[in-house]
């Protein structure tokens, strides 16, 4: 079973979103599990700290790295194998091959940063690995964390509803998606493409395909180029 454990200084904002809909559903059924724990039980001074004043100075606080380790060794036991995970802006961008890597094993420890950030030290000492989930800048790593689990909970065994909608969509193939039509058939003047009222699967199949193309190329040249590259003939435009 998928074990996700949080570390953060914000346990109430979990499950959150996670305890409803889809992943909520599992969830209450044992599909996976969520523990959040909150880093500020493994402080022991009176004020119960858990960052200080960035070295060399500067603005914003960091978490300390013996806090960080401490919560970290509390919530693993050492033959723990499950990865590591530091959510942060610095990381390496999430992507859907890497969420199916993480559905396919046991689960996940995250930490979440808050404030400036984490000591370094104890990224490197706790084989922490720093995960982006887009050019943007949170308030915290909860919510990161959050989108993280989402997407490699819905692909856990017997999660998502409609087994197929998983192979189709973006990012499984390598194109964005083809544009989705349902009734009522003429809806503000507007038509639906007449290819996908006509049963001709073979030939819906290959408007989907041309759509999905146009749209990635058009849309997202990066995605349209690493797909090019593998699927199409060099030089073919
Ligand atoms: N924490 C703050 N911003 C973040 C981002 N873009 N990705 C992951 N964690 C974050």
Not at 28 to 35: H, M, T
Not at 64 to 76: E, G, R
Not at 177 to 192: D, L, N, S
Request: glycine share 10%.
């Amino acid at each position: 079973m998928f074990r996700a454990t949080v570390l953060t200084l914000y346990p109430e904002m979990f499950p959150g979103p996670l305890g409803a809909s889809l992943a909520g559903r599992a969830l209450e059924r044992g599909a996976w599990s969520l523990e959040a724990r909150n880093i500020r039980d493994v402080a022991t001074d009176r004020h119960r700290t858990v960052d200080d004043t960035p070295a060399g100075g500067g603005a914003g606080m960091v978490l300390k790295p013996d806090i960080v380790a401490a919560a970290i060794d509390a919530a693993c036991p050492a033959d723990d194998t499950r990865p590591r995970l530091l959510m942060s802006p610095r990381g390496k961008p999430l992507d859907q091959t890497r969420v199916r890597a993480l559905s396919a094993g046991d689960g996940a420890l995250i930490l979440c940063g808050r404030f400036e950030g984490v000591d370094e030290r104890v990224v490197e000492a706790r084989g922490l690995e720093e995960v982006s989930i887009g050019d943007y800048v949170l308030s915290g790593g909860e919510l990161a964390a959050m989108v993280l689990i989402d997407a490699i909970v819905r692909l856990l065994p017997g999660v998502m509803g409609n087994a197929e909608s998983g192979d189709t969509e973006s990012f499984e193939t390598g194109l964005l998606e083809h544009p989705h039509y349902t009734r009522p058939q003429e809806w503000e003047g507007h038509a639906i493409p007449e290819i996908l009222l006509s049963g001709d699967h073979g030939r819906i199949a290959k408007w989907r395909l041309e759509q999905a193309r146009d749209l990635t190329r058009r849309r997202r040249p990066d995605l349209w180029e690493a797909y090019r590259a593998q699927h199409l003939e060099k030089g073919k435009p």
